[in-house]
């Protein structure tokens, strides 16, 4: 019976009451093989001494397991565990930051590349500290994998990673249960599921990939927008810098595009709004892009793809059948994985 003692996992202080602490320990040791089809499990009075719980408590956590189907009761012998075919549907809740056309993607191929078994409940956020905090503490333990996207913005509209606030909440959580997708949290490396950007490598890996295209304008302009209700990482503008005076480009990083456009100028966008208002100032004064400037624009579209703009971005596709990978595997290997990020070249440069 001491073997229990790695599996049911009560949080004391946690605000999800015990029966269900129970029941969601049971059911993820289930789906994670730890515990198998046959394999006894301890009485009510042992599990309400080993844990200092009521007996109430114990037979409404095991009433509402053998209701599912996860375990049954053999008389004069015991609880044990169901067989699988009583079916145990896997519960993921998927966190977005926002839900972009990016996201959308992510989110399909997610989906489209999990096991048909599981379950995929998404909650965006929109950056907001509190609003996602008060969504997981609602939800703790209903769930048997949390999937974050973590990005969030300070009363500044800065980008934020994280904060104490969220690492507060997110303790709560058994780490196992517990995976990133797209950015990681300070403090959060290591021994965590997750699949991300270095947003500061990223630019610059891709830039080089382009160098003697970019040799032949006189000026990078990277245009960041600040300010807005989804900040982008800060991260993007070091990799940019570091790339510029590594290989001695003259540079400048502006919030918005200037007026006038300059001729002999490569510009990196991120916004589309952006990409729309240079692509109309370039039409104004008859200037085409991949002659008298370059335009590289953030993540790919059908749009761009047509419209022949060089795009350097992530591989979407291959961040959601990653992240489909983390809850697929019954065995977790705790590790951080870094998506690719690409540079396709057209016409614009």
């Given at each position: ?19 269900s ?17 046959g ?11 080993q ?6 408590t ?6 509402l ?10 008389k004069?012998?015991?609880f ?11 519960k ?81 959580i ?15 490396e ?16 891709a830039l ?14 990277l ?15 070091t990799?940019?810098r ?35 208002r240079?692509?109309g ?42 992240g ?6 019954p ?19």
């Amino acid at each position: 019976m001491d073997e229990m003692k790695e599996f049911i996992r009560i949080d004391p202080r946690s605000q999800v009451p015990k029966y269900s602490q129970i029941v969601a320990a049971i059911i993820d040791d289930v789906l994670r093989r730890k515990l198998k089809e046959g394999e006894r499990i301890p009485s009510i009075n042992d599990l309400s001494e080993q844990y200092d719980v009521s007996r109430d408590t114990v037979e409404k956590a095991y009433g509402l397991l053998r209701k599912k189907g996860v375990i049954e009761s053999k008389k004069r012998r015991g609880f044990f565990i169901a067989k699988p075919s009583l079916k145990v549907r896997p519960k993921v809740l998927l966190m977005l930051n926002k839900f972009s056309d990016y996201e959308l993607k992510v989110f399909n191929t997610l989906v489209t590349s999990l096991n048909k078994d599981v379950q995929v409940d998404f909650f965006v956020y929109h950056y907001d500290v509190d609003l996602f905090v008060n969504h997981i503490l609602s939800c703790a333990g209903r769930y048997d994998y949390y999937l974050i996207m973590p990005h969030f913005k300070d009363h500044c509209l800065r980008h934020q990673s994280g904060n104490k606030k969220i690492d507060w909440v997110l303790n709560k959580i058994p780490r196992e249960k517990i995976g990133f997708l797209d950015n990681l949290i300070p403090g959060w490396e290591g021994h965590w599921d997750a699949v991300v950007q270095d947003f500061k490598t990223d630019i610059s890996a891709a830039l080089k990939q382009t160098i003697e295209k970019l040799r032949k304008y006189k000026k990078i302009v990277l245009v960041f927008p600040d300010n807005l209700p989804y900040p982008y990482p800060e991260e993007i503008k070091t990799g940019f810098r570091k790339f510029c005076l590594d290989f001695q480009f003259d540079f400048e990083v502006v919030d918005v595009p200037h007026p006038a456009i300059e001729e002999g100028t490569a510009y990196v966008i991120i916004e589309e709004k952006d990409l729309v208002r240079i692509n109309g100032l370039a039409k104004k004064r008859n200037i085409r892009p991949g002659n008298g400037i370059g335009i590289i624009s953030y993540n790919d579209s059908p749009l761009k793809k047509m419209s022949g703009i060089s795009v350097i971005t992530t591989d979407v596709r291959q961040m959601g059948e990653s992240g489909a990978s983390l809850i697929n595997s019954p065995d977790f290997n705790r590790a951080t994985c870094k998506n690719p990020f690409h540079f396709i070249e057209r016409e614009s440069l």
